[in-house]
């Protein structure tokens, strides 16, 4: 857990965007069935000033006109590492995210994306029930 720790402080200070990290936080989340994730960065998500709409409908973000290009890049990385599927095509995925983020930017993402894979294999193999979880103010 301290490792996790460690990681994740470095993420939580790499300079991407904490709104931009939550919709992708909340996205993985929502794959990987993890409850307790998924409240926790809700809660982080709306007291950091995300919307409602947004954070309802980031399970059908391809469809909802409602997040950026960069947002659209994120998440579709996000899903294709967090299902790993062998036929992917990863190439057009990082070429899209080449168009909005540096090198340096997409390997921070790309820990990041791994890391909230982790978290939720992690609390999902504790019990850890989802409702209790309180934004640090």
Known sequence: ?????GV???IDQCGLDPLLL??????????????YCLDMHSKEALHAGETVQRLISVSAWREAPYYSAPERAVLEFAELLTRMEEEAEIDNVHDELLKYFT???IA???VAIAQI???????????????GYEVKK
């Open 22 to 35: 939550d919709l992708m936080r909340i996205r993985v989340s929502q794959i990987n069935g993890c409850a």
């Open 103 to 105: 090198k340096a930017e």
């Open 1 to 5: 857990m301290v490792a996790m720790r």
């Open 108 to 110: 921070n993402i790309t």
């Open 8 to 10: 994740q402080n470095y």
């Open 117 to 131: 894979n982790s978290w939720n294999r992690v609390v999902r193999s504790t019990g850890i029930v989802a409702g």
